[in-house]
């Protein structure tokens, strides 16, 4: 008889058994998860403010640099649905833990960039690490956290998106001023110094996460019992809309129309963050820590706002109008930045298009993840991702194209709100997901 079935025959107190365990899981994980995916947004994100020196030092136009800030994302797609395969077959803690240790060497080597084909290369190669590394992270909370949690957790580790402009853009502003130093610019120490935390944690990963609920050593007997329980009932009233092979995703419309609601919130995310600093830098006298500072207020507000609209989202059970509001909000604030001329009123409105656009996130995996289990896990949500965040190509490089040719934000901008105008209003339509996760159940079909 297994240690499980004995407990199964005690007699225990449920409130109190999932009050402890989601207290474990939120305190033992979240913070962990919040680090990792903050160290690896630092490393996408950080070209973004090494381009206010190298841009001028290499001679790259706004195009080159817009095309390679963005092809980061060619080696995400292309890669993203075998790397995420690999972590079902070779679990979370092994495959994420050398993939961060692998990008990282990555990211630092980019400090000997000296041509655009170079640059091209190390931007292709930095997104063909992290590819399987987000949808690694959300199915792992997937395999952790009970469907009433998700949309909160997805959102407090991802918070750490924002966060890291918050603590990159001063951080990065003053890497710069190492301009020099040992005979290296300040974008090469950026690179270097930026890229090492990723080695340190992936290291660290091997350490700290376990594979499965009952492997875990901080989860008493009866909690892992009382987990594993919850999240196999899940499974099984979630299993009539489960895909049952992993081929099957491709040929879900609503698993592409999913897809492209990431493409289109991604499309501003990346879009605005890797030209933030730009923008901020062409529109005040502003030099490059002062920049780092002012870039750093819309992502501050971002952790709030996401963190918020993901409480509300799992207090009422509702998914799909949170992402539709937040998405029709943020491509209004995109269309204002296109016309307003003054600084105030660009970073007001920059603010609020950052703050609706990682909003999105966590109403939305919270949904998503809800539709695929078994076989068909790891090949939904890395298509759904993969497909979506073609979006971080599309977003800067349209922006540098655009810039290049009129010397204007303008078109560039309206570009990416339309796309998400695009993405927000097929949410409310898309057929054969859930529509809400109150309480312990999965969301009830439609």
């Known amino acids: ?48 403010f090494a381009a206010l ?3 001028g030092q290499l001679h790259f136009n706004d195009r080159v640099y817009g095309l390679g800030a963005g092809i980061f994302f060619a080696g995400y797609f292309f890669f993203q649905i075998p790397s995420n ?3 079902q077959r070779l679990g979370a803690r092994r ?30 190669l ?50 710069l001023s190492f301009n020099g130093h040992a005979g290296l ?11 090492m935390p990723a080695v340190i ?11 499965r609920p009952e492997d875990t050593p901080w989860l008493t007997l009866t909690e892992k019992q009382w987990l594993r329980s919850t999240l196999d009932s899940e499974k099984t009233l979630a299993h009539h809309t489960a895909f049952k092979t992993s081929s099957a995703p491709f040929t879900s419309g609503p698993i592409w129309l999913l897809a492209f609601v990431v493409f289109g919130a991604s499309t501003c995310t990346s879009g605005i963050t890797l030209w933030l600093p730009t923008l901020i830098h062409s529109r005040s006298a502003a030099g490059n820590f002062a920049v780092g500072v002012l870039a750093a207020i819309p992502f501050l507000a971002a952790v709030v706002g996401m963190t918020a609209v993901a409480l509300h989202s ?14 029709l909000s943020g491509a209004a604030a995109l269309a204002a930045v296109s016309y307003l001329t003054s600084f105030t009123g660009t970073m007001i409105a920059i603010t609020i298009a950052v703050v609706c656009a990682y909003a999105i996130f966590g109403p939305f995996w919270a949904l998503a993840s809800t539709l695929v289990e078994g076989s068909a896990a790891a090949t939904g949500v890395a298509l759904i991702n993969s497909v979506g965040n073609l979006g971080g190509f599309f977003g800067p490089y349209a922006i540098g194209l655009v810039r290049n040719s009129t010397g204007s934000f303008r078109g560039g901008f309206l570009a990416i709100a339309i796309t998400l105008v695009l993405s927000a209003v097929i949410v409310p339509f898309i057929r054969g997901v859930p529509r809400s996760s109150r309480g312990n159940s999965p969301e009830k079909l439609i």
């Open 201 to 211: 944690m992936g290291i660290l990963v091997l350490n700290y996460l376990s594979d």
């Open 314 to 327: 799992d207090s009422t059970g509702e998914r799909r109008w949170h992402v539709t509001i937040a998405g």
């Open 53 to 55: 020196q190298m841009r």
């Open 1 to 48: 008889m297994s240690e499980f079935t004995v407990l199964a025959n005690t007699r225990i107190d449920e409130h109190d058994v999932s009050a402890a365990v989601i207290s474990k899981l939120t305190w033992k994980l979240v913070p962990f998860l919040f680090l990792l995916y903050m160290v690896a947004y630092l490393d996408r994100i950080n070209v973004g």
């Open 185 to 195: 610019a300040g974008w090469q120490w950026l690179f270097l110094l930026e890229g």
């Open 85 to 87: 395969l690999a972590v």
């Open 95 to 124: 495959w994420i833990s050398l993939l961060m240790v692998i990008w990282g060497l990555i990211s630092a080597s980019t400090m000997f960039v000296t041509t655009p084909r170079s640059f091209y290369i190390f931007r292709f």
């Open 126 to 175: 930095l997104g063909a690490a992290e590819a399987g590394f987000f949808p690694g992270l959300i199915l792992y909370v997937k395999d952790w956290f009970p469907i009433r949690l998700r949309g909160r957790t997805v959102a407090r580790f991802m918070a750490a998106g924002p966060l890291a402009g918050v603590i990159g853009g001063p951080f990065s502003g003053v890497l």
